[in-house]
């Protein structure tokens, strides 16, 4: 098959990551890398520096660590690695990927408290500063910042603000944010922020990584709750070898990622993405109203990442008959994630435009004929 043929998509991920690469990221997998030879280990660490540079402006502060796995792992990695034996850990929830920090640290056994927001509203930062008050023993906070349950953008600079005044290590699941939405780690004094390949920096899947204040994760040694999974010997190996993963890294989802950072700086930077990513939502929203759908959140809580959409009230409306006819017409959606409402949602992450959202509004506007004819 012809190389240019076979990297072109079948259809257009509007999922969150894994999320619809260009072409030219694709074909850069085509060739077979050793893992100890150093023009790969120099790629690694030039991946590196370009992260710390792209999460901050004290690039001298902050220190990147790359680990193999999904965006989980990696979570996982942090959580397990970056709180002491004695530790407590507050998590602040609004959705499954917040539920999750939590479940983290439930099985590794490590001290935990929840402050849950609900699924559609915002952390409540009067109560976050009252228990960071009353709970002495609270050592780290862990907040989502696009909780991609619902789309909703959690504010991590008020909450970076008041658990640096109670003098707290602070954790930003920016998973599906970083890339796409401007933040300084450093500004917004975040002490270990968590990303994965395949999200805004539309990479593919295979790995994480973790942008670290280097004065923190330096005393991290002999934590880690897991081998595998051990961030600071991660972190220390990469140091010291030039690059070099501990265990057997995903090569050419490593090159990709290069290719991908390149084409992140050639469309302007996360400034121009967002821009892009923003104008596909807001086309987005606008044209689902026209064709009557509601969406979950209100527009002020809402992320350029992801959006999450009522079920139309027509009892025919079956999810599974929607997403295979926009399937049939080359586009793939997310169903929805949420506890309390039946949702489904549209990502606008990826090699996406807003001229892919209008052909995927005038392909839903198709399907919804199909759903009101069935009920007449
Ligand atoms: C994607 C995502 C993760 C990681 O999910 P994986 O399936 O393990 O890659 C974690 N948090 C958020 C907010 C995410 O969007």
């Not at 074909?27 to 120099?42: A, F, G, I, L, P």
């Not at 109670?166 to 933040?183: C, L, P, Q, R």
């Not at 700086?265 to 939502?281: F, I, L, S």
């Amino acid at each position: 098959m012809d190389l240019n043929e076979a990297a072109k998509n079948p259809y257009l991920l509007l999922t969150p990551g894994p999320l619809s690469t260009s072409a030219s990221v694709k074909k850069v997998m085509m060739k077979d890398w050793c893992t100890w030879d150093n023009d790969y280990n120099q790629l690694v660490q030039e991946i590196r520096q370009k992260l710390v540079r792209l999460a901050t402006r004290d690039a001298d502060q902050y220190t990147s660590v790359l680990m193999q796995g999904s965006g989980t792992f990696c979570v996982e990695a942090v959580i397990g690695t970056v709180i002491p034996k004695d530790g407590k850990l507050l998590v602040l929830t609004n959705g499954a990927y917040g539920e999750r920090i939590l479940k983290i640290a439930q099985t590794l056994k490590i001290d935990s408290v929840q402050l849950d927001g609900g699924e559609v509203s915002l952390p409540d930062l009067n109560q976050l500063d009252k228990l960071l008050k009353s709970d002495q023993k609270i050592t780290h906070v862990a907040v989502v910042h696009c909780e991609t349950t619902t789309g909703m953008l959690n504010p991590i600079k008020d909450i970076g603000e008041i658990v640096k005044r109670h003098n707290k290590t602070y954790i930003v699941d920016a998973m599906s944010s970083f890339g796409g939405i401007e933040i300084d780690a450093g500004e917004l004094g975040i002490d270990y922020m968590i990303s994965s390949a395949n999200k805004c920096i539309q990479g593919v899947p295979g790995f994480g990584f973790v942008i670290a204040k280097i004065d923190k994760i330096k005393h991290c040694n002999g934590q880690a709750r897991s081998l595998s999974l051990d961030l600071y010997d991660q972190w220390r190996t990469m140091e010291e070898n030039n690059g070099k993963w501990r265990y057997t890294s995903p090569t050419h989802t490593v090159r990709a990622f290069y290719q991908a950072m390149l084409e992140l700086d050639q469309e302007g930077g996360v400034k121009e993405r967002y821009k892009r990513y923003h104008t596909n939502q807001r086309t987005l929203v606008k044209g689902m109203r026209k064709l009557g759908f509601q969406t979950l959140l209100a527009d002020k809580f809402q992320s350029p990442i992801i959006t999450a959409f009522y079920y139309p009230e027509n009892e025919k409306f079956d999810f599974q008959t929607f997403y295979d006819q926009l399937k049939n017409k080359r586009f793939v959606i997310y169903p929805g994630k949420v506890t309390e409402a039946k949702t489904f949602r549209i990502g606008n992450i990826g090699e996406v435009t807003p001229d892919d959202i209008s052909k995927l509004l005038a392909a839903i506007k198709e399907s919804m004929y199909w759903v009101n004819y069935q009920t007449q």
